[in-house]
């Protein structure tokens, strides 16, 4: 660290030693910085036409900070005078002032020059009474609004904090514009202290944040802080303070890298959007499941959720904005309004395309110039960065994605399984599903141990689907509304008394949770695998009190449903709590499933439609497959468009979020315990669907199944899983050929070559060749030949018999 010189400046009862800052400015932009922009200004065309472009109306939510460019870059002493104006006003305001006080540090640190030496001293002692507030005294009160009351400003803030008791986005932005005053003041000894406070800055790095980094609310209120954070960063770096800024690595490993990565680690691959510039969404989950709050135009159809990328449809519509401003978030004076800042008074937030130009100027090996490049607008030949950041236009011929590796973050509660895991990842076909663990989170619903989303081919097959305009309530609150698990009608708990596995492989991803607490009293497992061609789902469930009960498995899959006529009754009126969804049709049942669903227009008249007819001409859908059970009833439903059946619009007259359709599978088993065994076969024009998913065996800790291709097809495959933790050796029967299987195990047989991955303890398979080997766990194993079977390990002489459902 830099040794800095130690001055006493004494402002108020609340200061102490204050170091001397380095040559002001430093916090946003240093001489350098200013001097870099002015010459790109006057010596780049694209820059000359930003700033022109600017100069003559900027973007509302933007107008303070080019001004503030417009003083300390370009000499307009105006603009200066206005910036000034806006920094005294906070400075005589009574307290307390509002939540985000970003731009008035960037005010003072800009126009230090230009404030009496009376004026700064004011400033520092408000920055220093803030920072008392904010952080040590933990009361934003004031006498005649009481604001820290219960019913107010105090709810949100829980003093004794967890990941899921308080809301980041509201009380958070009090504590970073702290931390970023202390760090404007050139104050060591203070920015320390503010730093390593009880719920502040290192607080949230060292406890909040998870796996690395990951948000713990749900993903689109994660806009309200990691642009003043990066300020505070470079704030501190600039004082030689780096240690508690970029460089400062929690006790969990998370980092403002890692935190401005996870949205990385969220992503799907591209979705099409039928224009030259794609969606690229990313894993939703919580109460705002549709655009989400930090998006300024939703596309249509509810298939669209939150994103990294968001696109743009043919017609134009979409792109990522750079800024938002919601009140709860703060402003910079205290409106009359109690809980919130007055109308008027938002202070602008950066969104993601700022976060990414400032994360490539600090570490251009993270990539983020790839995801910059695709947010470039209609006709563009390049990314046109904002001025602030020193970035150049960024070429998408020029730029590689990151790799994509599959994990699991049991502390954030998710799991995430990318058949492909190379750069490549970004724009292939390939498919991606995400788990639910059961740990809780802010603004959540009923999730726990759901798929929250499954995407292949470029396209969304299974969502957890969200119909409500703003905040989730009724059915959208629901585990009914997920890709999840009901039991007697219950909805599922939050726990962090779970245990995971997984194995992330070239050809199979897997993962698995289980748990005895999302339904206290019930034994339950989720476990997905996931292939280039499918997505196998797999659901154990078994009371302890050994009685009967109602289990009700859903999946909401993306388009309506192709179902056979005389195999589905006609629609009838839902009850119980199926009444949500209106009406249902009921199938075979104890047949099982094998029911196609393609994405193509809902509404009665298509030329209403808001996609285009080129998305619909794909064809692209999803086949659900489930194996039959004794006592099974599996009824299909319209996914709802209104938590209420009687509110829901009709066909006529839906708006278009809901053009694409929905159809809900809803699967019902009463007994002591029950197996969900699926298979999600994806397809399009390009990729028809045709295989079969056969139970080999099951028992009340395993399920065994094979997966058929179909005529000609190049490979079979054989998946099994055990539940819960006490594992054994399982051999399982195919007619003459025969597996021993462990914890969990996926072989694909394809001539003259065996693969297999997981706890594989013995084989003995027909191969057609009279040589074959054996790839174990991606290593050429040793095994033998007996009259054209290929033997690896300890097998019975004779099959067992193959164990079935009940």
């Known amino acids: 660290m830099k040794s800095m010189a130690v001055v006493a400046v004494c402002v108020c009862g609340l200061c102490g030693l204050a170091a001397a800052a380095p040559p002001r400015p430093f916090v946003l932009w240093n001489r350098d910085d200013i001097a870099a922009i002015r010459r790109r200004i006057e010596t780049e065309p694209w820059a000359k036409a930003v700033y022109e472009q600017y100069a003559a109306k900027a973007p509302d939510l ?10 300390a870059v370009m000499g307009d002493g105006e603009a200066g005078r206005r910036q000034k104006e806006k920094l005294l006003r906070m400075v005589n305001s009574r307290p307390p002032q509002g939540a985000a006080q970003w731009l008035n540090v960037v005010r003072f640190d800009l126009l230090y020059d230009e404030l009496t030496a009376e004026q700064r001293q004011q400033t520092e002692k408000v920055f220093r009474e803030y920072i008392e507030v904010a952080i040590f005294t933990s009361a934003v009160i004031d006498g005649t609004h009481g604001f820290n009351d219960a019913a107010k400003y105090s709810r949100y803030d829980a003093r004794l904090y967890t990941r899921s008791n308080w809301l980041p986005n509201i009380i958070f932005p009090r504590k970073l514009s702290a931390n970023l005053m202390a760090a404007a003041l050139g104050d060591e000894a203070l920015i320390r202290r503010v730093f390593s406070a009880y719920g502040s800055l290192q607080w949230y790095i060292d406890e909040y944040l998870s796996d690395g980094g990951f948000y713990s609310e749900e993903f689109s209120k994660m806009g309200a802080t990691p642009g003043e954070w990066l300020l505070y960063c470079r704030a501190v770096e600039r004082l030689g303070l780096d240690e508690l800024g970029f460089g400062y690595r929690g006790r969990g490993g998370a980092s403002i890298r890692g935190h401005i990565e996870s949205l990385l ?52 519509q979409g792109g990522n904005i750079r800024w938002i401003a919601p009140g709860a978030w703060g402003g910079e004076i205290r409106g009359n309004n109690p809980q919130w800042d007055g109308y008027g008074n ?14 490539h100027r600090k570490w251009p090996d993270a990539r983020f110039d790839y995801f910059l490049a695709q947010m470039r607008g209609p006709g563009e030949d390049r990314y046109y960065p904002s001025l602030y950041f020193g970035l150049d236009p960024i070429d998408p011929a020029t730029v590689r994605p990151p790799p994509a590796p599959s994990y699991v973050a049991p502390q954030r509660g998710i799991a ?31 999730d726990s141990l759901c798929i929250c989303g499954y995407y292949a081919l470029g396209r969304p097959m299974l969502l957890n689907r969200q119909v409500t305009p703003s905040y989730a309530t009724g059915w959208s609150r629901s585990v009914l509304s997920h890709n999840g698990l009901m039991i007697d009608g219950r909805e599922p708990g939050f726990t962090d008394a779970f245990t995971t596995r997984h194995g992330f492989f070239p050809t199979v991803k897997f993962a698995a949770v289980s748990t005895q607490k999302v339904y206290p009293g019930f034994e339950q497992t989720r476990a997905l695998m996931l292939t280039r061609e499918y997505l196998l789902d797999f659901t154990s469930v078994a009371a302890a009190d050994g009685l009967d009960h109602d289990y009700l498995w ?14 589905w009754s006609e629609p009838r009126k839902a009850e119980g709590v199926l009444a949500p969804f209106g009406f249902v049709r009921t199938g075979a049942g104890e047949g099982g499933l094998r029911l196609r669903i393609v994405q193509r227009c809902a509404l009665k008249d298509p030329a209403k439609a808001s996609l285009p007819a080129a998305w619909y001409a794909r064809g692209a859908g999803v086949v659900v497959h489930l194996l039959p059970s004794v006592g099974l009833t599996v009824q299909l439903a319209e996914t709802p468009v209104a938590d209420r059946p009687d509110a829901a619009p009709s066909v006529d007259e839906r708006p278009d979020e809901y053009e694409v359709g929905g159809t809900s599978v809803l699967a019902v088993r009463r007994g002591p315990a029950a197996v969900f065994a699926a298979m999600y076969e ?26 058929d291709g179909g005529a000609g097809a190049a490979y079979r495959d054989v998946a099994m899983v055990q539940w819960g933790e006490r594992v054994r050796a399982i051999e399982v029967a195919d007619g003459a050929e025969r597996f021993v299987l462990g914890a969990y195990a996926f072989v694909r047989l394809s001539g003259d070559r065996v693969e297999a991955w997981g706890d594989v303890r013995g ?21 033998g030949m007996e009259d054209g079977f290929l033997v690896f390990g300890r097998v019975a002489a004779t099959p067992p018999a193959t164990q079935r459902g009940d």
């Open 682 to 707: 994806p397809f399009d024009r390009d990729a028809p669907a045709g295989r079969s998913l056969v139970r080999l065996s099951e028992g009340p800790d395993h399920v065994a199944v094979r997966i």
């Open 554 to 567: 859903l999946a909401h899959a993306v388009g309506v449903a192709e179902a056979e006529s005389g195999r």
């Open 346 to 359: 938002f202070t602008p937030k950066m969104l993601h395309p700022l976060w990414f130009e400032i994360a």
């Open 416 to 446: 995430m399984l990318r058949a492909e895991e190379s750069p490549a990842y970004w724009e292939s076909r390939a498919g991606a599903a995400s788990l639910r663990l059961p740990t809780a989170y802010a603004h959540s619903v009923n």
């Open 265 to 316: 680690r969220l992503g799907y691959p591209r979705v099409d959007l039928c224009s030259d510039r794609p969606h690229y969404p990313m894993l939703t989950m919580g109460d705002l499941r549709r655009a989400g709050s930090s998006a300024r135009y939703r596309h249509p159809t509810h298939a669209f959720q939150h994103s990294i990328v968001y696109g743009f449809m043919p017609g134009g």
């Open 763 to 783: 084989l003995r398979v027909k191969t057609g060749a009279a040589e074959a080997k054996l790839i174990l766990n991606d290593r050429l194993t040793r095994s």
């Open 62 to 71: 933007e107008k303070d900070l080019f001004d503030l460019l417009r003083y």
